[in-house]
């Protein structure tokens, strides 16, 4: 495993993270020991940054983290999300911050998050959504930053609204964040235009999610495919989503099969060396949810760069439709 750092934090990440949405549910069936031993592979196998969130099982996925981190010596990067108090998601222009991230609200989810991971201080607190209408009045911020100075939270961060990543830029230039987190896969290249730069201009970390686009860019959804009802992906590719999304993935894949490295590396490796090719990019968080995946997305991780030949191509099969989990 390599590592990298994560902004100005200077925290050294594993650039293969282990994202813990499935460990909370909203997947499918998740049994709690399968987790555990996902996780506890992942950790010997180099990984040491973790993303979870509150609202992953209502604190399921953060309970596992936490049970897992008191048996582990090593030291372990946990970044969680608090999301906004109840209303629309993701929050409309219209919403007041004072009334969705207040500081008493605040105050109180990022203590339960203390107590739900059992930590005194959380490594990295991220808002799990935001709108650009908040932006000039970041008042949740500076209540975060009010809580870091009192030890609760080491870093902050924002986990980027998908229609509209690029609103935490001009938070990054004004010094507010540690960290984003941020959707960038073989389909989603916009970050490419500003955000990344930025990144780089303001020592911002980067946790790139959805790496494999929910799994698609894995290669293994079939056309016709259908997910149970309490399965997210039912959702998400729901109608023809599902039928035009594996149209695309097979084109990626048969230029996959031309250039080097070719048949060496699968189509999950190629998704996750595509992420990491930039290196604005500190860590790149794949859904983990067994063994068998902690150890095929740990080894990417010690996989040789792709090809410029490959980059190049793969940059034609950008597709934007970020709006898919709003709606149609
Ligand atoms: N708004 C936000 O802040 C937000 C939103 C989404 C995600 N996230 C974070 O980002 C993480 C990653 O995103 P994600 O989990 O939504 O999607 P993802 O990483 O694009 O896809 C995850 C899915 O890919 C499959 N998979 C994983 N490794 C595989 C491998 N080596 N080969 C074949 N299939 C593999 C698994 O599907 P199966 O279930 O079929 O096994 C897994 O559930 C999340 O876990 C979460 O921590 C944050």
Redesign the pocket.
Same mark, same amino acid.
């Given at each position: 495993m390599k590592y990298r750092t994560l902004g100005r934090t200077g925290a050294s990440v594993s650039e293969i993270g282990f994202?813990?949405?499935?460990l909370g549910g909203s997947?499918?069936p998740q049994p709690e020991e399968v987790s555990e031993a996902a996780l506890h592979k992942a950790l010997d196998l180099g990984v040491n940054f973790i993303?979870?969130?509150a609202l992953?099982g209502k604190g399921r996925s953060e309970r596992i983290i936490g049970r897992i981190l008191k048996q582990r010596r090593e030291k372990i990067f946990v970044a969680t999300?608090t999301p906004p108090a109840d209303g629309p998601w993701p929050p409309s222009p219209y919403c007041r911050v004072e009334d969705r991230y207040s500081d008493e609200y605040l105050r109180e989810n990022l203590d339960e998050r203390r107590r739900t991971l059992d930590v005194d201080c959380v490594d990295l607190l991220?808002l799990? &959504?935001w709108t650009r209408a908040w932006n000039k009045n970041p008042r949740a911020l500076d209540a975060l930053k009010k809580l870091q100075g009192e030890g609760k939270v080491k870093y902050i961060g924002i986990?980027t609204p998908?229609h509209d990543q690029n609103c935490v830029i001009d938070l990054m230039r004004r010094g507010y964040l540690d960290a984003v987190?941020i959707i960038y896969?073989i389909f989603h290249q916009e970050p490419v235009a500003e955000l990344l730069p930025a990144a780089k201009e303001y020592n911002v970390g980067v946790i790139v999610?959805?790496?494999?686009?929910?799994?698609s860019?894995?290669g293994?959804y079939r056309r016709g495919q259908r997910f149970a009802d309490d399965d997210f992906r039912s959702r998400y590719f729901a109608g023809d989503r599902i039928d035009r999304t594996v149209e695309r993935v097979e084109k990626i894949q048969a230029d996959v099969a031309k250039l080097p490295p070719a048949g060496d590396y &699968?189509l999950?490796d190629v998704a996750l060396r595509f992420v990491l090719a930039r290196p604005e990019v500190s860590t790149v968080?794949?859904?983990?949810?067994?063994v068998?995946?902690a150890e095929?997305?740990a080894a990417a991780g010690d996989l040789p760069p792709l090809s410029d030949a490959l980059l190049g191509k793969l940059r034609e099969h950008a597709w934007l439709r970020s709006f898919w989990y709003a709606g149609k």
């Open positions: 994202g813990a949405w499935a997947w499918g993303d979870t969130a992953y999300k991220q799990h &959504t986990s998908e987190q896969n999610r959805v790496a494999f686009d929910e799994g860019l894995t293994k &699968t999950a968080i794949p859904g983990i949810r067994n068998a995946q095929a997305n």
